[in-house]
């Protein structure tokens, strides 16, 4: 059974930087073809893909967001980081991590997806 | 990349069927067979239910089906049933992951 859980502080203050853990089971980031990627979603709003990295350290990232997210992995702790930098009011959101299997770097499909972290940005 | 677009809500009668569509450009739904499509329902972690356009995870009932149409590409689900009440999100590649604007499927 594939889980995913994501973990990391409920509250951020403005400017600061949000550290978010993913914590997985049921597979391994090392084996071909699979990636784990960060996906949020501001309250009554859409989703909105942030970042991903696959088996091979390959890296992607949102263009809006790029220069404040690094996406880490730890393949011994089956672990997986997303820093955000300077975090804002309008960073308020749940952050969902997902597996993510693909033959073709880039053009896979999320599944499953952990049960969502509310991470909310206020002084 | 801006978000795919979606229709704000789409509702049907139990037993009908209903149609989501999912427009991009060329770039990105016109080129690729790549879309997906996850269901959430309220205060839940989406849950992938099409994947490659047509294709439908285990588990998944054969009730939903994707379809491609140019820039288009389309969620059917036929036979609406009270529990598929939920909101519908497409996700396609266009140089990157981008996600549609989500749709609210109400079954009146």
């Known amino acids: 059974q594939i889980t995913l859980k994501e973990s990391g502080p409920t509250l951020v203050k403005p400017t600061q930087t949000l550290t978010l853990t993913c914590t997985f089971s049921g597979f391994s980031l090392s084996t071909s073809g699979v990636g784990v990627g960060w996906i949020r979603q501001p309250p009554g709003k859409a989703l909105e893909w942030l970042a991903l990295?696959?088996?091979?350290?390959?890296?992607r990232y949102s263009p809006s967001l790029k220069s404040r997210l690094t996406i880490t992995k730890d393949t011994s702790k089956n672990q997986v980081v997303l820093t955000m930098t300077n975090m804002d009011p309008v960073d308020t959101a749940t952050y969902y991590c997902?597996?993510?299997?693909?033959?073709?770097?880039?053009?896979?499909?999320?599944?499953?997806w952990g049960q969502g972290t509310l991470v909310t940005v206020s002084s | 990349q801006s978000a795919l677009t979606q229709p704000a809500s789409v509702s049907g009668s139990p037993g009908q069927s209903i149609t989501i569509s999912c427009t991009g450009t060329s770039s990105d739904v016109g080129s690729y067979n790549l879309v997906s499509w996850y269901q959430q329902h309220p205060g839940k972690a989406p849950k992938l239910m099409i994947y490659e356009g047509s294709k439908r995870p285990s588990g998944v009932s054969n009730r939903f089906s994707g379809s491609k149409s140019g820039n288009t590409a389309s969620l059917t689900i036929s036979g609406l049933q009270a529990e598929d009440e939920a909101d519908y999100y497409c996700?396609?590649?266009?140089?990157?992951?981008?996600f549609g604007t989500g749709t609210k499927v109400t079954v009146l």
């Open positions: 997902a597996l993510e299997m693909t033959t073709v770097t880039d053009f896979g499909w999320f599944d499953p």
């Open positions: 990295i696959y088996w091979d350290d390959d890296k």
């Open positions: 996700c396609s590649y266009a140089g990157s992951k981008v």
